[in-house]
């Protein structure tokens, strides 16, 4: 049974250009939760995908966007990069809209020079 | 926003010590309380967790208490080995979301 997959493992880009992270959630999950998570802190909340509507969202600028598929991926968008955009984005996933039991993937290191 | 605290936020303790994690929150209304292990360069691994209409749950070495009047609950890590040393983070679910809010994090250190 396959876990929570995101691509990439990592990457690294200049200020004011834009990226596109990946999540495949678990099998038998269809709720994508999105999480930037900086350098020894906890994870932050972005947004929450779900039945392909961006369901509850985090205090993030308008520059980070994202989409549902309807085979349940989901992609990360952010525009404009700022330094501070540097961070471990975790992408979490869960059945029929719970917040119970969250599987999180390996996340994608995101490196803005 | 919603207010979750974790203390403290650095624990050293020896091998074979007890270990104990609390979390506060401050939304009376949450009714799920989760602790996640991280280990350094992975992903957050829930290691145990509670629901709202119940007290105390233990797996092992590990136990979650609940005190939903004081609006905490703790971890409690028994028997600690070496390989308990990581990030141990509350996440709680609360009210009005259905996704969930975490703490900054207890790094635990445990000493062979």
């Known amino acids: 049974d396959a876990g929570v997959t995101q691509s990439p493992t990592h990457l690294i880009k200049t200020r004011g250009q834009q990226v596109t992270l990946r999540c495949s959630p678990k099998?038998?999950?269809?709720?994508v939760s999105w999480y930037q998570q900086a350098l020894g802190q906890g994870p932050q909340f972005i947004f929450q995908?779900?039945?392909?509507?961006?369901?509850q969202r985090g205090n993030f600028p308008d520059r980070f966007s994202g989409h549902q598929f309807p085979n349940y991926s989901s992609e990360l968008n952010v525009n404009a990069l700022l330094l501070g955009d540097s961070a471990l984005y975790l992408c979490?996933?869960?059945?029929?809209?719970?917040?119970?039991?969250?599987?999180f993937g390996s996340g994608t290191r995101l490196t803005v020079v | 926003g919603e207010n979750v605290e974790q203390h403290p936020s650095t624990l050293s303790v020896q091998e074979g010590d007890s270990a104990v994690i609390k979390c506060t929150y401050s939304?009376?209304?949450?009714?799920?309380f989760p602790w996640y292990k991280q280990e350094l360069g992975k992903r957050p691994q829930l290691i145990i967790d509670?629901?709202?209409?119940?007290g105390e749950k233990k797996d092992q070495r590990i136990a979650v208490t609940l005190n939903k009047t004081a609006k905490h609950f703790s971890l409690h890590i028994t028997e600690t080995q070496p390989e308990d040393s990581a990030v141990y983070f509350c996440?709680?679910?609360?009210?009005?979301?259905?996704?969930?809010?975490f703490g900054k994090g207890t790094m635990l250190l445990v000493s062979p």
């Open positions: 979490a996933s869960t059945p029929s809209g719970r917040a119970y039991g969250y599987t």
């Open positions: 099998s038998g999950h269809d709720t």
């Open positions: 995908y779900y039945e392909e509507e961006e369901r």
């Open positions: 939304d009376s209304a949450s009714n799920y």
């Open positions: 509670i629901r709202s209409n119940v």
């Open positions: 996440a709680p679910r609360l009210s009005g979301y259905s996704t969930l809010t």
